[in-house]
Each structure stands twice: as structure tokens, then as C-alpha cells.
């Protein structure tokens, strides 16, 4: 028998196009499962904003996806993830992005030197080296907040053979490889948008940890653990809803999903919220 909760859509939030980076591997691991996306565009970035706006605009982006009767939230913001730490109050299972992206980075290291990339509220925060120093306490961490990374992507420069990007990747990054990393987490969930420019610039040898990539993977296993999982056999569908201008978002971001989703996606008044 179907649970009603079961047929309900999954809620992903950020401040504007990274939480793709967990769309777009849900929809590999659980095409079954329909998908409401909130990208709060009138408002990013978040990650140069104090604290109290970060959490203002967090439970605003949750209270409209639980409006949405979502049976699952994932916070797809490395800079919410870490504000909001553990302590969510909200009425259906909760993950952000964190503590999957330093689980994977620990297993992922052979050196046990990992670079930490994120928002400057990320790196301030230090919700990552707080995750990875409880799991591997003899790890050297390397920090580098790329604040940059965020209007470039969300401007759609994200060509692998754009040099704008690459400039202003080689700038951040490239002192960090002094440091022999071995791993790299892209701690901000804009930055796996840049992937393929930063491995041109790193190389082969460091490995990326894509936040939104694992943490759809966390979320797919705690969906199963929960018996929450959809098993109607129909393919899934997804809602997109930004709260400012359509058109920009539906162009970049159906370029990343690799699909039109220009008529599925709405502008919402999240201030009202
Ligand atoms: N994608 C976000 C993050 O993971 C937010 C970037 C921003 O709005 O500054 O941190």
C-alpha cells in the first residue's frame, strides 16, 4: 500500500542555483520522487550576510516548502547548513549539507590534508573543521572562503573554456595546492557548478567532494531508513520556484540540469513568509 507521505515531494532550498547540485543527483538516485526547489534569488548570496539574516531567510525558505507539503527538507546551502547546525525545529526530517560533504572528504583523503572551500559565513563558521576534526582529529585542514565563486555562477559563467572563471579560480585555489592537499570540499554548493574548471586548475590528483552530490545521497538513505521513500513507479516531477525573475534562473539552470525547465518554473513572494 502507498503512504499518502510517500506520494509527498521533496523540499530543497538555497539562496539561489547551487542546490542543484542536489536536484540534479536526486533525480538520478530516486527519478520515482517529485521535487519542489526554492532558489532564493532576490537575496543571494548569503554567504556575506550576518547571522540573524541567514536564519531569518532559512526559516522563510523552510516555511514555504513545508506550504508545499513536503515530507522532507534539505537545506542544499552550505551557508545555512552550517548557522543552522543540528538544532532544526522542523516538522519533517531535516539535512543540510555539511556533515555528508565531511564524511565523504575523510573517507575520500589518503593524506589526511583537506582543502575546505565555502561562503565567507561558511568558513567563519567553522562548521566543517568542527565535522571533520569530530571524525579524523589528526587531519590538516586548509581554508579558503571563495566568495567570488557565488555571482560567478549565478552570472552563468560556467563555460569550461570561459577565462573568467578560471582567473578567478586560479586566484583562490591555487595557493591552497602548496599545501599538498589530496581533497578538496567544494563546501558551498554554487562551487561543484565549477567543477570541471577547478579540476582543470588543480588536476587529477586532488578529489573533489561535490556537497550537493553527497548529500543527496544522505538524504536518498535516509528517506529509505524512514520507509519514506516513493514506490508508486511514476516518473517524478519538479517544481521550480524563485523569488525573483524567472528567466535567468530557468536559462543557467536548465543549461546545468541539462533540460527545459523554463515552464516549470514560478516566482514566489518569499518576504510575505
Ligand atoms: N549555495 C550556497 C552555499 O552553499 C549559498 C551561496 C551564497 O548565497 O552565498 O553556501
Do not use: W
Not at 527519478?31 to 532576490?42: A, H, K, L, R, S
Not at 570561459?162 to 567544494?186: A, F, H, K, S
Not at 516531477?237 to 543549461?255: I, M
Amino acid at each position: 500500500m502507498i503512504k499518502e507521505m510517500d506520494r509527498s515531494p521533496i523540499g530543497v532550498f538555497d539562496s539561489g542555483l547551487g542546490g542543484l547540485t542536489v536536484v540534479r543527483e536526486l533525480k538520478k538516485l530516486l527519478p520515482c520522487e517529485d521535487i519542489v526547489y526554492f532558489g532564493d534569488t532576490g537575496r543571494v548570496p548569503y554567504g556575506t550576510r550576518s547571522r540573524d539574516t541567514i536564519l531569518r531567510y532559512a526559516q522563510q525558505d523552510m516555511r514555504f516548502l513545508l506550504s508545499k507539503n513536503v515530507k522532507m527538507i534539505i537545506a542544499a546551502c552550505g551557508t545555512v547548513s552550517s548557522i543552522l547546525g543540528d538544532g532544526v525545529d522542523v516538522s519533517v526530517p531535516f539535512t543540510g549539507v555539511v556533515k555528508p560533504a565531511a564524511a565523504a572528504a575523510v573517507k575520500a583523503t589518503k593524506n589526511g590534508k583537506i582543502g575546505i572551500t565555502g561562503t565567507q559565513a561558511t568558513i567563519s563558521s567553522k562548521s566543517y573543521v568542527k565535522e571533520i576534526g569530530a571524525l579524523a582529529p589528526d587531519a590538516q585542514l586548509f581554508e579558503k572562503a571563495c566568495s567570488l565563486f557565488v555571482p560567478v555562477v549565478e552570472n552563468g559563467f560556467v563555460g569550461i573554456d570561459d577565462p573568467l572563471p578560471e582567473i578567478v579560480v586560479r586566484r583562490y585555489l591555487e595557493p591552497m595546492m602548496e599545501n599538498g592537499i589530496d581533497t578538496l570540499i567544494l563546501g558551498c554548493t554554487h562551487f561543484p557548478i565549477l567543477a570541471p574548471i577547478i579540476s582543470k586548475v588543480l588536476g587529477e590528483s586532488v578529489t573533489l567532494i561535490d556537497a550537493g552530490a553527497e548529500t543527496a545521497r544522505y538524504a536518498a538513505s535516509l528517506l529509505g531508513e524512514n520507509d519514506m521513500l516513493c514506490k508508486d513507479g511514476k516518473s517524478g516531477k519538479y517544481s521550480y520556484y524563485v523569488s525573483d525573475r524567472t528567466d535567468d534562473f530557468s536559462v543557467v539552470a536548465g543549461t546545468f540540469l541539462g533540460e527545459d525547465i523554463s515552464g516549470s518554473v514560478d516566482r514566489v513572494d518569499i518576504h510575505s513568509l
